[in-house]
């Protein structure tokens, strides 16, 4: 049976602006039914790398969590920290980014909680027995949150071939650890330049299988590639292998969004504006693939996803996520998806009737 995804175009009227119409889609997938009395729930999104400018704006997500408000619960907007060295490897550098780009509780209307801790090692372990994922790593305030709002900014992606509700979910909500072993099939290594022998990360693996004396050391035939030393290492000395393949990566995306989605209810969101070739995690944006399309929603995140990527297709005439990033497949992810059963790529589209 297909989904239904609704969804409304950019177009408004002195009546009807963005906001409002973006309030009448919440009430179309009935977001108050995934909302108890005092729950907690975790608006999702990606707050930028700050210098890129094409993330979600502040104001949509004030409407979000006004509504979720309105029907008793507690909403906070979350995201976990990146596997990369940026201005979102750590909870301090992250909340300050995060507030740069406008994320404030005076703007927001809620507080902002880093979802795996101050070095992305704060995770719940999530078992799912998937195909490549038996357990996964997944920050804390997802995990144990009562619900959970996706709001996505949905872009082209270099890795995945596009960045949706499957990857905000998948990829961002998992701790550094989660990441490191959904990007990586092998274990870090150092950068020895880029070590100051701090002993970090000799005092806080769990299989003392890193030594230090001028630069860290690590003994392969100790390490579990858990990532704990990536977590520590404040100088970038600690490094991922970036060797999971374009397809392994985005089977392991739609298995660790299995995970982070498990017992919980949810709502899905996605705004096709500003749709970049890459993912917002760069400190720039380039020129959009297409011009703005609008605003989407669902219960299905599988059906949503597809639902953006044909909604892309068709107003480009062409697809433009392919052609640039040609060597990579978007609808791995989708059939991957699917086939576990996280929902379902036939979905019904429905126009929301905004009376401009």
Not at 268 to 284: E, Y
């Amino acid at each position: 049976m297909a989904s239904k995804v609704y969804f409304t175009d950019m177009s408004v009227s002195p009546e009807m602006g963005l906001l409002k119409k973006l309030e009448l889609l919440l009430k179309k997938v009935e977001l108050e039914k995934i909302v108890e009395p005092d729950h907690l729930v975790a608006v999702k999104l990606h707050f930028g790398e700050y210098g890129n400018l094409s993330f979600i704006r502040p104001q949509y997500v004030r409407i979000v969590v006004d509504y979720i408000k309105r029907h008793g619960g507690k909403p906070f907007l979350t995201d976990a920290n990146t596997l990369y060295k940026g201005h979102r490897s750590n909870a301090v550098d992250h909340l300050m980014n995060a507030y740069l780009n406008g994320f404030t509780p005076e703007v927001v209307g809620a507080p902002v909680i880093i979802a795996d801790g101050l070095r992305g090692s704060d995770e719940v372990e999530i078992p799912i027995d998937g195909e490549y994922i038996k357990e996964a790593k997944v920050g804390s305030a997802v995990a144990l949150a009562d619900a959970i709002v996706a709001l996505t900014h949905f872009k082209g992606h270099e890795q995945t071939g596009f960045g949706g509700t499957l990857k905000n979910l998948g990829m961002g909500a998992a701790s550094r650890v989660g990441k490191l072993e959904q990007h990586s099939d092998s274990k870090p290594y150092v950068q020895e330049e880029n070590c100051v022998a701090c002993r970090m990360c000799e005092r806080h693996c769990p299989t003392s299988a890193i030594t230090v004396d001028r630069v860290a050391k690590i003994d392969y035939e100790k390490c579990i590639g858990c990532g704990e030393c990536i977590a520590m290492c404040i100088y970038g000395a600690m490094s991922p292998r970036w060797d999971s393949s374009a397809e392994l990566l985005s089977k392991k995306i739609a298995e660790y969004t299995l995970a982070t989605l498990k017992g919980k209810k949810a709502v899905f969101v996605s705004f096709l504006t500003h749709i970049s070739p890459d993912c917002d995690c760069w400190h720039i944006n380039k020129p959009p693939v297409v011009s703005d399309i609008g605003i989407a929603a669902s219960t299905d995140p599988v059906a949503l996803d597809q639902a953006c990527i044909d909604l892309v297709l068709k107003r480009a005439g062409k697809d433009p996520f392919l052609e640039v990033h040609p060597t990579v497949d978007w609808r791995i992810q989708l059939e991957h998806a699917e086939r576990i059963g996280l929902g379902n790529r036939s979905y019904e589209l429905v126009e929301v009737a905004c009376n401009l």
